[in-house]
């Protein structure tokens, strides 16, 4: 910290800063309750002191500054020691062989509203010095909008690609010119320009070095420049991790890059990957209410828990099909070892996964246990005692529809004409044959 009594003390402003609208909008609401509006005009008066190469009499004093602010030279300091506490200012002195010591300020940038909210000490403060309702409301002003219709939206922005036609060659690497041009001009701390819709950034160079270490030439890398892009982008690819998968596909002695066989490989290993790691979580959940499900199991199905927990999958799948007779087929295996090996889930859920399958087909298929092991994920089921308690419970559920959907019949009500002829009997008189032929007439009109 520094104080001078001599108002003719000479100062410099040793850099230019240009001030935005938007920097303006930060200083007045964000800083002014830190520094005061002498704060905020001293701070731009010194950005326009700027002189790019001054000369000793172009210097300037302490009282000049004072009669451009109006404040007195302590009241001076103090606000150039609030400018200085919150990062706007910096000042230096130096020894001038005509001038002796003087004062040299160097202005800082003003920070965007998300530095200053990051900064705790000088959002803490702008808390204690406005209150939280108004801290809030700046909180909410400086808050990007975007458009609520985005959420659900799907992206088709044109990629730098899609549009322009770059050679390959300064696309891998950039021109010597273009290399020079990056080194002169400084770069800014708001990062890099997203050029239309390019969700990976791949390092061409460093992908052409690692396939040039297993021989294939960085023209064969070109070639197929698109592809592999579009591989990376869809699988969000790192690259080292595609020059990996594609080593896979090539045989000794190949050094080209076959893009079909590179793709199923890349869809093998990493497709699956994702989903073994999304059933490994859901495995990993408690389960919902193990209690409830227990209770509503039968003997019977105490009997097939026990099955399906101490039986590896292929052995069950065996016994299942002797007992129906059948044999156990090469694609049935398969299921089993998809179901185990690549899609994660445990013997026991793979086990009772088969026999519901063979509660309705004869065979298992991929594209019927895929069916029951997704619902029975999607749902939260887990453990085969949670399979099975609702297995029962969705068919529960079918019966009572069916039976609440059965229409109901119309019950008519016949005569019992052993009982008519008593019932209408007066005096012991009999009906006469006239008589019943009427009633046998009547009878259906009003059926």
Not at 68 to 85: G, M
Request: charged share 30%; with cysteine; hydrophobic share 35%.
């Amino acid at each position: 910290m520094f104080e001078s009594a001599d108002p003719k003390q000479p100062f410099y402003v040793a850099n230019q800063v240009a001030v935005s609208e938007e920097n303006i909008r930060v200083l007045t609401t964000l800083f002014e309750p830190l520094v005061g509006i002498q704060g905020v005009g001293l701070y731009i008066t010194l950005t326009k002191e700027f002189d790019e190469v001054p000369f000793a009499k172009d210097y300037k004093t302490l009282y000049q500054l004072q009669d451009q602010t109006n404040l007195k030279l302590e009241d001076l300091f103090s606000t150039l020691h609030h400018l200085e506490a919150t990062g706007l200012i910096k000042t230096f002195i130096g020894s001038n062989p005509v001038l002796g010591e003087t004062l040299i300020f160097e202005v800082e940038n003003v920070p965007s509203a998300g530095e200053f909210f990051h900064t705790f000490l000088l959002s803490s403060l702008l808390l204690e010095r406005v209150g939280s309702v108004t801290f809030n409301r700046l909180v909410k002003k400086f808050t990007p909008r975007t458009f609520i219709g985005l959420k659900d939206a799907k992206e088709v922005t044109s990629g730098f690609f899609d549009v322009f036609h770059l050679s390959a060659e300064s696309a891998i690497d950039a021109p010597i010119e273009v290399k020079e041009a990056a080194r002169e001009v400084p770069k800014d701390n708001k990062g890099e320009i997203k050029l239309g819709n390019e969700p990976v950034k791949i390092d061409w160079s460093f992908l052409v070095d690692l396939f040039a270490s297993y021989h294939i030439d960085k023209e064969e890398v070109l070639k197929h420049q698109v592809e592999i892009k579009q591989i990376i982008d869809f699988y969000h690819l790192t690259e080292q991790e595609f020059v990996e998968t594609s080593l896979i596909t090539m045989s000794a002695g190949t050094d080209k890059l076959n893009m079909y066989a590179i793709q199923n490989a890349v869809n093998e290993n990493f497709g699956l990957n994702r989903n073994k790691e999304m059933v490994r979580k859901q495995l990993q959940q408690k389960p919902k209410d193990a209690d409830k499900a227990i209770k509503n199991l039968s003997t019977a199905d105490a009997e097939l828990i026990r099955a399906v927990d101490s039986k590896p999958p292929t052995d069950y799948l065996y016994e299942l099909k002797e007992k129906k007779g059948g044999y156990v087929t090469a694609n049935e295996k398969k299921v089993i070892y998809r179901l185990q090996d690549q899609m994660g889930l445990t013997p026991p859920l793979i086990n009772l996964i088969v026999h519901t399958c063979f509660e309705y087909d004869a065979v298992l298929t991929n594209n019927l246990a895929d069916r029951i092991a997704n619902d029975w994920l999607q749902n939260g089921i887990t453990t085969p005692t949670e399979a099975i308690a609702y297995l029962k419970e969705r068919k529960n559920k079918r019966n009572q529809k069916q039976y609440y959907r059965t229409p109901k019949k119309t019950v008519h009500k016949l005569t019992d004409w052993s009982k008519y002829e008593k019932q209408n009997q007066t005096k012991k008189r009999r009906l006469s044959t006239e008589e019943r032929n009427k009633i046998f007439r009547e009878f259906g009109k009003n059926e």
